[in-house]
Antibody
Framework: QVQLQESGPGLVKPSETLSLTCTVS????????WTWIRQPPGKGLEWIGH???????SYNPSLNSRVAISIDTSQNQFSLKLRSLTAADTAVYFC????????????WGQGTLVSVSS | QSALTQPASVSGSPGQSINISCTGT?????????VSWYQQHPGKAPKLMMF???KRPSGVSDRFSGSKSGNTASLTISGLQAEDEADYYC??????????FGTGTKVTVL
């Protein structure tokens, strides 16, 4: 079955750019929305954005100016870049596969904690 | 986009039924039949429990059911079991290829 695994730094300095990668195994990129979601410690989930397998992107309006998602199908990976970090960006970042009818997120990666601190 | 409103906590005894509400607006829950529900145990990734309001993914117990009325979606857990103790989040498509999650509900099995 499809499995997703996030990777990236656990600590990033304020004002810098976060780069995370999600490696997909056991399935095809075709027909799905490849999605990033985050969860600040002790808080709820926030949808960050997605990229359709063919390249179209959509982002949370509250993050739109700072975020970029890309796909590298040759490496079975998709990536997140988030610029101009502040402490408020400290969170567990999850990658997930989104349904082709915009109707679900499944499966999810295990999540990776990113702390923003000097 | 504001988060969908869920009760902070819901509790019930084993065997009972509980209901978790998820209230949005006419811009999300009220317009689209694209509400999904996720179960999250502590320190774990969320798990899809319901999609398109009332459809259960393969492998999810039929003790879980979903519905929607107006701007409010609901998840019902029947025959509550200890393993159901977790946080639950709703999520709605909000148009223009964006989504909004609920505030989350902690379910406690007494």
């Amino acid at each position: 079955q499809v499995q997703l695994q996030e990777s990236g730094p656990g600590l990033v300095k304020p004002s810098e750019t976060l780069s995370l990668t999600c490696t997909v195994s056991g399935g095809s990129f075709r027909g799905y929305y490849w999605t990033w979601i985050r969860q600040p410690p002790g808080k709820g989930l926030e949808w960050i954005g997605h990229m359709y397998y063919s390249g179209q992107t959509s982002y949370n309006p509250s993050l739109n100016s700072r975020v970029a998602i890309s796909i590298d199908t040759s490496q079975n990976q998709f990536s997140l870049k988030l610029r101009s970090l502040t402490a408020a960006d400290t969170a567990v970042y999850f990658c997930a596969r989104g349904g082709s009818h915009l109707n679900w997120f499944d499966p999810w990666g295990q999540g990776t904690l990113v702390s923003v601190s000097s | 986009q504001s988060a969908l409103t869920q009760p902070a906590s819901v509790s019930g005894s084993p065997g009972q039924s509980i209901n978790i509400s998820c209230t949005g607006t006419s811009s999300d829950v009220g317009t689209y039949s694209l509400v999904s529900w996720y179960q999250q145990h502590p320190g774990k990734a969320p798990k899809l429990m319901m999609f398109e309001g009332s459809k259960r993914p393969s492998g999810v117990s039929d003790r879980f059911s979903g519905s929607k009325s107006g701007n409010t979606a609901s998840l019902t857990i029947s025959g509550l079991q200890a393993e159901d103790e977790a946080d639950y989040y709703c999520c709605s498509y909000a148009g223009s290829h964006t989504y909004v999650f609920g505030t989350g509900t902690k379910v406690t099995v007494l």
